[in-house]
Structure formats: structure tokens, C-alpha cells
């Protein structure tokens, strides 16, 4: 059975080191990426089925991910995170075509939810909160 | 109320008022009035000494006229004397006339007594009295009908010989007394004129050191103001030894500065309270990072509370102690410069206050995804200064370069001293640039190229008051993708520290 694959960006290391397993047991292959800028490099290499990024990051923002994963495939779909929600920002991305977005702090489950959930309508069906 | 305040300000100026109150009073009121006084008195004396001349030359006429009758009676004794040898007759007449001139010399003998010619004085009397004795002579002899031709030729010399004496001795006193009284009168034209010119040379003495006296603390109150207007409200000194009307004018200014350095204080505190209200988005964006770590962290520990072991139970539990550090940090950082605080003058990095406060705005600057540069000169001098004021004036700068730069903005910041003893601190930014004609403007108050609402206009201004304050300079150069404000701050020998560590240099913080 083939994985969902999956790329999380965030500059903050504990972001990804306390994801990574919970979206492991949902059945994702699951890459975490601290650098921006070896994100992009990676989303031009190989099609994530879903890329979770934060926004606020230097020199490379999220938004810059968005665009990247969105034009190597339109399959994609991005979940943005971040510690500065605005109505504008939110805007900006889902006219980009983000997936969805989700505020900082939140839960671990919240983010399984919307990942299980993106899986789903992209055809794994056994992926599921545990 | 009112009145209290002003019983307070009037209170609070009086330690500054003092050095100016504490001087002798030698007001302009008192130099005109000295001026005048001497005016007056000098016409007191010269009035004086001209009527005591008259008086003199008054008297003088009259020992002439004295002199005059006198010298008539004589000359008329004589002639009847002549009538009396030549025809027998007038002895009598010569006798009166004789008697009327020693009566003239008894009667005004006080007068002449004034006169420097006392010993002729009374060579004349002694010769009278022998010419009145000689002819009292001649008249008994007459009188007696006794013929003695020998004795009468004897008294008759005597007699030529004492009148000529006494006629000559005379008219040379009378002419010697004239003399004297055309003198005095010469002596009288000519006061007045010498008086005159002295008068013009002391009057232009007096129009002029009056006249310095006034255009010389107006010239210094004139550079004062010129001094204040540029920002620097230290109190003035006192200049003159003495006090006058000027001082009032000295300690008028004196509160004034006072009253605009409360206002300046309230006008920085009202402006930090904006910075303070741009670096909040910021600063909600930089907490929730923490936060969210937090909340990862105690969800996992929570959900995998019994799959993994104690080791790495207590690892999450440290790194939720060390986040929750991490925010207390950057809520204490805002804190820090939000906390109302006195003015406090101490030695202070530029350098790592630079540091320190660009990190305040980095958050922000990530919000526009601006990265900013911090290059630091390694052992930087310490300056002395408000630790707070210019955190403020460096976070207006940089905050002022986010607003200018575009999307591939990128601001720089720098800190190095400059010979000879100079701390300089550069804010550039790579944005469109200050017009050449907003240029001259940016430091004055209220003024702003922001719309309305964005921007309150006293940013830079209250920039330049701080920097003022500390001795300093802020200036700008602007070309369109390169503006660079530079404050410039001196820095003391004396002051210790100089080889505290200072920031690490070239370090992008992010």
C-alpha cells in the first residue's frame, strides 16, 4: 500500500521532532525540513502529496513553499502554520491555493485531523487518526 | 490646581535659577540712572565753578571801581595842591579830597584786603598818610602866617614826591586789578566750550558702552535660542559677573526649556507606547512560536505518556521549561522598554544596545520577511546615555527603514567608533529613498510622508531631541535604493568598560 508523502517545514526544530511521529502512526511517509531554501530544492525533486509549512521563516517564506509545491504539482495540497494569522494572510493563501491554514499554538490532533482528512480526498483510505 | 503647578514648576526651576539669581544686581535701570547722575553732577560743578567766578569778577569790579575813586580823590588832591603852590589857593579842598580817598581806602579796607597785592596795599596807605600828614603840615604853616620858605619848599617835595609815589602805585593796582578781571572773564568764555566738547566725547562714550552692554546679551540669547532650536535644552550659564534685566529674560528661558523638556519627555513616552504598539504583531508572532512548542510538546508527552521511557519524558519536560523561558524572555524584552523609567545617564554599549533592540523588531522584520544585518566594531568605547531613550531612537530607525524597504528589502546595521572620540551608529536600508525635497524636513515635528493614521510625524523628531540631548547628531543621506541615517554620539575617555565583550559581529539574528 502506497504512503502519502509528506513534508513539514519549520524553522522551529521542536515543530518537527514532536510531529513527526504522531504523523507517522497515521501511515504518512513523513519528511521534516528545517531550511526553507532545501525545502524547495526538495518540492522541485519530488511530488509531496501534502506539504505543511510554516509562514514566518528567513529569507524563504511560506508562502514562497505554497507557490513552489502548488506549480510542481497542482495535486498538492499545502496546510499552512503559523504564529502570525491574519484575515490577510489567510487570504493570501488560500488564493494561492493552500490547502488550509491552522494558527500557532495548536494541538498535535488538530493538525492529524486536517492531514487525515486531505489524505482521504486524495484517495488513501487507510489513513486515519489513530 | 493651576496654581499648584506653577508653585511646582517654579520650584523645580529655582536649583537652575540659581547660579543666575546668585549674582549682584547691576541692572540697566541703575547704569542710566549712574549715567545721568554723572551728567548731573558734572553740571552741578561746572554751574558752581562758573558762579563762584562770577562772584570773584563781581568782587574784583568792585576793588576796580575802589581803586578808581580812589585814584580820582588822589588825583584830584593833588591837583588842588598844584592850585595852591602856583596860586595860593584849594589847601583845603586838597585836605578833603585827600581825606575822601583815605575814607574810600577805610571803607572798602575788608574788600581789598582780598587782593594778592597786600604789601603795595599798604605801601599805598603808608604813602597817603605821610602825603595827608605833609599836608596837614603845609596847612598849619599856612595858618601860622609865619614865612618859612625853606620848611614849605621841604613839604612841598614831600608832597610831589608821595602823591607821584602813591597816583603811580595806584593806577598800577587798578590796572593790575583790571587785569585780573579780563582774565577771569577770559577764563569764563572759555569753560563753556571746553565743557561742551567734553560733554560730546562722554556722551559718545556712554552711547556706546550702553549700547554693547545691550547688544551683548542679546547677541548671546540670540545663539542661545539658535542653540535650543537645534535640540540641545541644557539651561543657560550665567555669562556677566553681575545681574540685570537680561537675567529675567535668562530665567524665563531657563523654565521655558524646563516646561519643553517635560513636554519632550511626554512627547517619547507617547511615541514608545507606538513603537510599542508596532512591535506587538511582531511580538505575538515570536511568542506563539514558543507557545506552540509548548503545546506540541505536553500534547505528545500527554498521548505518549506510556510508550516511551522516562529519559525522554524528562527531555520534554526540560524543553517545556526551556520554551517557557523563551517566552518570559521576550515578554521581559518588551517590558523592558515599555517600563516607565527615569532618565538615568549611565556608560553604556552602543553596540549591544543596537543589538539588543534590533532583535525587538526582528520579529516584525520576519513578519515582512526583511532580513536585517547587525555588523559591530569589536570593543566599541562606552558612551554615556539614557539606556532607554536611544533603544527607542534605534528602534524608530530601524522600524522607519522596515516601513521604506519593498519585498526584497534588506536593512543594515552598524556600530563602529570614529576618531577622535566618536561612536557612530548607521541604519540603511536598500528602499526607494527620501525625495530631495522632504529631505530638509524629516527631523521636524509632525512632519510625515505616512498616511494619515500610519505615521504620527514626531518619530524622527523625537529621534533627533534624544539624540540632541545626548550631545549628539543624527543625520540622513538618501538616494533611491540606499538610505542611510547615522547617529552620532561622543564618547569619554573616562568612561570604564572599554573592553567589555561586545556583540558578535556580522551576525544575521533570526
Redesign the interface.
Known sequence: MKKPELLLID??P??GQ??K??LEKLGCAVEICEDPARALDLIRKKNFDIVITDV????I?GMQVLEAARTASTQTRVIII???ATANLAREAMEKGAYDMI???????DLRKLVVKAAVEMGYSDIKEY | MPFHIRDKTARMAAPDDKDLLDRPIFSFRLQIILGFFTFFILSVLITISAMITINKIEKRIATVQTWDRFLFNIEQARRWEKNFFLYGTNLKDALESTGAALEILNENINSLDSSDYSWQKEEIIRHLDRYHIELNRLSQLVESNRSQPAFQNEIEANLRQFGAQMVEEAAEMAAREYEMVSRWLHLLQKVPAYFLVFLFFLMIYMTRFLSIRFMKPLKYLVNQTRRIARGDLTPLRPVRKFRDEFTTVEVAINRMLKELENRQKSLIDSHKLRAVGILTAGVAHELNNPLNNIMLTAHTLMEEFTDIDDDEKLDMVKDIIGETDRSRSIVHNLLDFTRESKSVMEPLNLGRLAEETTKLAVNQAKVRGVPIHIQIERHLPDIIGDRHQLKQVFLNLVLNALDAVGSDGKIHVRVESRKPNLVIAQVEDNGSGIPADVLPHIFDPFFTTKPVGKGTGLGLSVSHGIIAKHGGRISVESAPGRTIFTVTLPYYPTARGNEEKPGSSEEPPH
Not at chain 1, 514566518?56 to 529569507?59: D, F, I, L, R
Not at chain 1, 494558527?103 to 490532533?109: H, L, S, T
Open positions: 524553522d522551529e521542536m515543530v514532536r510531529l511521529g504522531g514566518m521563516m528567513p529569507e517564506s503559523t504564529g502570525f494558527a500557532k499554538p495548536f494541538k498535535p490532533a
